[in-house]
């Protein structure tokens, strides 16, 4: 459905002075710095799958959408979506794509939220009975009824939002991509985002590409994460096996009836938080991890009262490789 | 045909966006129908005291701006979209553009709908009327069969002038000065017949940049100033030609800074 293969894009930006008399010496230089925005991206996207595309900022994630979706032609290598090549039948492949930008509308902002649906019904083509289907279907759904005869620039950002949604759906395309759609709502809004995002992918089987800093949306939604770092990717795999991958991460959280001095006798496991009598425990780097053994040890050593095992969350594992506290095994693209 | 449907869609689509706006909508179309007027007016006190520039009456000239603005009015209709198309760069709006399974230029010519096209056309119909009226123009069916021809001509010379100065934004980003420059400070040297500057200008005017085909060399065919010929008569009847000529060139040009923007992403 989606191919990249060994895409790279460089950008050559003008070297920008310092301060602003440096500022001014830039206007007349023309040194030229070569950013390499992606560096050699491959993956392949199945139809119906829905994707988390990941990265800190910098790290290439717009880039590659852009590519995806024809706005930008990529500086080597290839890119397929639907069979069709974005940045060269830039048309075509619009046709067959939403693209949702988080932090721009694509509506008309001074006309009422109907009157935007009936102009993207016009240029995509769509037909009556399938518009009115599409149309009964997003707003049950997203609940935009009450939205319908207010003007876009006077809904609130989870309004308009929802809105985006829907737009980009009307022509149910094939692909769905998604930079950002979460991207300040508050915690209901993106609950119900989220809800609408999972439903869509599973009746309508629309593959769908996010990329968001907000791991909940990951853990949430995508059965599958790419992690790109400074232009590559890091990780390809499913989100669950990169759980499974840190479950050494796993924390404990045990309460002793009597709190012990030290616990010399569970070697396997550290310390790192402790509240009185409650302490957090986790796997020492380098320790086995069966997790049953260690639990029987725990109880068998001390007066133990209370013991409960959290999982990590994608979150904490993410936000750990980046910050390089954990590290991934060198990632080969295979296929 | 269906093609057609929607550009017309979004251009219905962006003067209801406009009319959302009612206040401003009818003091901008006051406003510069006031400019566009006292423009006029000011000519009519010039030509009061001169009676004649090197053989041009009032009426003529009258005939002259009618020509220049009416065309004015037709281009600011098709080509307002392109306004402060730099910002659509910068903010990164322009996206949207590409996204969508249309022509990016076209969405863009259709997206925005400016009152002063209204004051344009007014004053421009207006002027051309009575200075037809004034200067006595025998109709002849060749010249009433051209005059439609002059118009378009007029439109794709600006239009084209538009998309040209507008395609350079690919490059370099901020051009609002050189936009506003090259779009409206130009047009001034035509509201006169270019015979009062020195060679050079008129060469300018006729060959490089060369707006002196939107009214000048039209109006010297509409009011048979058969006296008087600048470089060959021919020209007088070049006016569509030269707008295709101009079109065609922008055209190039605004392709040009698409693929630039597609491999720079700037």
Redesign the interface.
Known sequence: MIEAVNLK?E??VNEPGEGTFGALKALFSTRKRIIRAVDGVSFAIKRGEFVGYVGENGAGKS?TI?IL?????P?SGSARVNGIIP?ED???N??N?G?V?GQ?T?L????PVR?SF??LK????IKPDDFAHMMKKLSSVLDLGPMMII?VRKLSLGQRMKCDLAASLLHRPGVLFLDEPTIGLDVLAKENIRTFLGEINATEGTTIILTTHDMNDIERLCGRLIMLDRGRVIYDGLTNELKQRFAREKLFEVEFRVRPPSLADVPELEVVEERGSKLSLRFRDGAGGDLAAVIGKLAAKYDVKDVSVREPSVESIVRSIYEKTLSLPPYRADG | M?TI??YW??AM?SM???L??KASFFVLVFAVTLFYAAQLASLFVVMSSFKQINGWHTGDMAFLFGLLTFSLGVTTLLFNGLQNFDALLI???F??T??????PLAQLMFSRFEASTVAHSVIGAAALYYGAKMSGIVWTPQKAASLPFVIVGGVLIQGGIRIFVNAVAFWTLRNAAIVHTVVFSGREFVVYPITIYNAGVRFFLTFVFPIAFINFYPAQFFLDKTGETLFHPALRSLTPAVGLLVITISLYAWKAGI?HY?????
């Open positions: 894009k950008f050559r880039t852009k979706t024809g706005i930008l032609v500086s940045y830039r048309r075509r619009a046709a794509i693209v930008f721009r694509q008309w902002w001074d006309l009157e009936e102009m016009a240029i995509y083509r003007p | 269906g449907k929607i869609a979004l689509a209801r966006a406009r959302q706006y903010n990164g709006e996206d949207r590409l996204v969508r399974p249309l022509n693929d597609q491999s720079s992403g700037s």
